[in-house]
């Protein structure tokens, strides 16, 4: 069972339905775009299997991103130490805070990042740049795996620190993947089909969503999270990222050829 947002109980057979919904629904706005785009030619044919890809990546990306707000609160509640000063224990729902505030902070920053780069012909692709949001994502359930497996007390519990900048890392993944998903599909897509390729953007974003909540149900198990089905799923998860994110790379001048200088 899957808790609702709203404090209800969700069975994991209807989830794992919606799942195949909309992976249909994503399929089947695929195939229009696909046969669209080969009615104009090879140029726009290469430019949107080059935007398909990249659309299962994203799909990849969002499952493991969207722990923040499933697994990792089973994690904080269970797991974390969460005792401040003076007794005060810091709120499970608090730790959703730290995605939005590292947002702020780090934005400018990775902006500046990527222009210093630019000026020096050096900044990454569009697929590198998916890459490294995967390789961000992977490094934050590293940083997990290591909590779990060294940092774990008499009590079964790990500092709280690790979390917090579990959501972090992640935030720094999802500033290099997320803001250019949208450009990306706009020069990417054939421009009568525009609006309905943006439609397939977001819909990979629910097929991760939905998947997430799969893979939370799946780490916390029937009786709930232990320090031991959280290492075991987080460790799972990292491997997947660390993979997915090193086979982008490699595959990035293929797809930049495909793009045929989209940047």
Known sequence: ?????????????????LAWLLGLLLISVAAVMMVQALREGSVQRDKMIAMLVLFVFNILFWCFFEQAGSSFNFLAENIVNRKMFGGWEFPVGWFQSVNPVAIVLLAPLVTLVWA??????MEPSIPRKFGLGLLGNAAAFLLLMYALG???????????????????LQTVGELCLSPI???????????????????????????????????AAR???????????????????????????????????????LMHGVK
Do not use: Q
């Not at 390729?197 to 997430?212: C, E, Q, T």
């Open 1 to 17: 069972m899957l808790n609702g947002a709203l404090g209800y109980e969700i069975p994991l057979r209807d989830s794992a339905a």
């Open 116 to 121: 210093a780069l630019s000026k020096r012909h």
């Open 150 to 168: 060294n940092l774990v007390s008499a009590d079964n519990h790990i500092p709280f620190w690790p979390l917090a900048m579990v959501y972090v």
């Open 181 to 215: 998903g949208l450009s990306m599909v706009t020069k990417l897509a054939p421009s009568r089909f525009v609006g309905l390729a943006m439609g397939g953007w977001f819909m990979s974003i629910a097929n991760g969503n939905n998947l997430s909540g799969l893979l």
């Open 219 to 257: 780490i916390s198990g029937e009786t709930g999270m232990t320090v031991a089905s959280a290492l075991k799923g987080f460790t799972v998860s990292f491997w997947l990222l660390l993979v997915a994110g090193v086979l982008l790379f490699l595959i990035a001048p293929l797809i930049n050829k």
